[in-house]
């Protein structure tokens, strides 16, 4: 069963300039989460989606991120623009079944490594 | 404020030792995760822990969730360097998932 994919693996930008990154859960998983993890640190929720529609979107900084997930399949996370204090990994996951159900279980892509210089 | 605590925050030991690693919170979780992620990787998943004061072993790692289900720890016996890791716990105490503050192992040969 093919994972999470992710692109592009790594990404540097000046300052004011936008990034997008891209992600393909697995298939047939409605759960979809866009995570930014600063090194050494625990990820950050920034966005959950159910199918096509938000479940939250409280820590996303929606002056300068958005995402979307037209479909219901995969998503795409953009950072317009970006500041130094972006630098991350922007870590991509999916699950079968909502959050909080019994059983469930996350699976993550290797991330997009994004550097603002 | 972090929902999930974990200490300690860095870690470094002789392989060999043995440690302890704790995540906290004040909520009440139905089931806690614990993931480790490696440099360049995502996190992967290593355990579920569901009913408090349950204890659960795999190999060299030991989990337990709280009676009262808002901590958990991971105890690590005679660590090795393929220990070295940033361990995470996680869980949802609604309907979004979250991770904890993390620790960063480092097993030195």
């Known amino acids: 069963e093919a994972g999470v994919a992710q692109s592009p693996r790594y990404k540097i930008i000046e300052k004011r300039q936008s990034v997008a990154f891209w992600c393909n859960p697995i298939?047939?998983?409605?759960?979809l989460y866009w995570y930014q993890q600063i090194l050494g640190q625990g990820p950050k929720l920034l966005i959950q989606?159910?199918?096509?529609?938000?479940?939250?979107d409280s820590q996303l900084p929606k002056d300068r991120f958005s995402a979307e997930r037209l479909k219901g399949v995969d998503s795409t996370l953009k950072i317009q623009p970006a500041k130094l204090e972006d630098s991350a990994v922007y870590l991509c996951?999916?699950?079968?079944?909502?959050?909080?159900?019994?059983?469930?279980?996350?699976?993550f892509g290797e991330g997009s490594w994004l550097t603002v210089v | 404020t972090q929902l999930l605590e974990q200490s300690p925050q860095f870690l470094s030991i002789q392989e060999g030792e043995n440690l302890t690693v704790y995540c906290n919170s004040s909520?009440?979780?139905?089931?806690l995760q614990w993931y480790r992620q490696e440099p360049g990787e995502g996190p992967v998943l290593l355990v579920t822990?569901?009913?408090?004061?349950e204890v659960k072993k795999l190999k060299r790692l030991t989990f337990q969730f709280g009676d009262a289900r808002k901590d958990s720890s991971l105890h690590i016996t005679a660590a090795q360097p393929g220990d070295t890791g940033l361990y995470l716990c996680?869980?949802?105490?609604?309907?979004?998932?979250?991770f904890g503050t993390g620790t960063s192992l480092t097993v030195i040969p």
């Open positions: 989606f159910q199918n096509n529609g938000v479940v939250d």
């Open positions: 996951a999916s699950s079968a079944r909502p959050t909080g159900t019994g059983g469930n279980t996350i699976y």
């Open positions: 996680a869980g949802a105490p609604g309907n979004q998932f979250y």
């Open positions: 822990v569901v009913t408090g004061g």
């Open positions: 298939s047939g998983h409605a759960t």
């Open positions: 909520s009440v979780f139905s089931s």
